[in-house]
């Protein structure tokens, strides 16, 4: 009973800051969708096979929106939400960075994570005149199986955002760099890498490869995406756990210096 009101109230406040950003999360959706057309509709139009290149490449939009948003979170959660003065009332809540990010992931996942994949599906589908049927046979299971995964990839860029920025002067400026360095990784196809079970370490890489594996596009076998995807679930999650522990012992002996 404790845990149906512990994940209520989780869903609760999910909900009300989904409702407090609803502007820029249409913004953020329709943004995605413009840059994942500017920047992979000329890849997909231009290849030899262009229903596989749609498989392989589209599922990466739901990830790496995803990324974005838990890095813009974790910033938010130590920047915009100290000076209204809403990051105390969250800590006297006993809402961390972590439980921030957590309560606001399913409306997030399905408004900036499926909605603009699903968008851009339509598009260049239509497009192209391949039609939709491959992107309605996925496997439903596998698709559901995703979500831990590109859970543990969002919540670890918002903790670990968070924590940079707290401890680095020019984090911004740093976590600019980082993020476009995922966003590059995550639309490579783990095949690629040169040493095997490395998407497990790379945040979200296992995520979007779990997703082409929905639509049997996954470029690496099935036995090894299961070890690497469980190893990457584990590993993000407790890494996010121990980071928003550090941030909360951060600001609790040294508080949040405001900077713009």
């Known amino acids: 009973m404790r845990l149906l009101k512990e994940v209520g109230r989780a869903l609760l406040i999910g909900y009300g800051m989904f409702r407090m950003h609803l502007t820029s999360e249409v913004s953020s959706s329709l943004n995605a969708l413009f840059w994942a057309l500017l920047l992979l509709a000329p890849t997909i139009l231009f290849t030899n096979e262009a229903s596989t290149a749609v498989k392989v490449l589209l599922p990466a939009i ?7 948003l838990g890095s813009g979170l974790g910033m ?3 920047v915009w939400l100290v000076g209204e003065g809403v990051l105390d009332d969250l800590r006297l809540s006993g809402v961390s960075v972590f ?11 399905v408004v900036i994570g499926f909605l603009p994949f699903i968008l851009s599906v339509l598009i260049i589908s239509c497009y192209l005149g391949i039609g939709l049927a491959w992107f309605l ?3 439903p299971f596998v698709l559901v199986a995703s979500i831990p995964v590109i859970f543990a990839a969002e919540v670890f860029a918002s ?17 600019g760099v980082i993020q476009i360095a995922l966003l590059t990784i995550v639309f490579i196809p783990p095949k690629y890498l040169p040493v095997a ?13 779990v997703l082409r594996l929905a639509y049997g596009s996954n470029t690496i076998p099935a036995g090894n995406l299961v070890a690497s995807s469980t ?9 996010s756990i121990l980071a928003s522990r550090a941030v909360e012992n951060h600001i609790s ?8």
């Open 99 to 109: 439980y921030y990010t957590a309560s606001t992931f399913p409306l997030e996942l």
């Open 159 to 175: 903790t670990a955002s968070c924590l940079l920025y707290l401890k680095n002067p020019f984090s911004r400026s740093l976590s």
């Open 197 to 209: 079970f490395l998407d497990a370490v790379v945040p979200g890489l296992t995520a979007v490869e």
């Open 253 to 260: 002996r040294y508080g949040v210096e405001a900077r713009y």
């Open 137 to 139: 046979s996925f496997n």
């Open 231 to 239: 190893i990457s679930t584990i590993l993000f999650t407790a890494l």
């Open 76 to 78: 938010e959660y130590a």
């Open 62 to 68: 739901v990830v790496a929106n995803m990324l974005l």
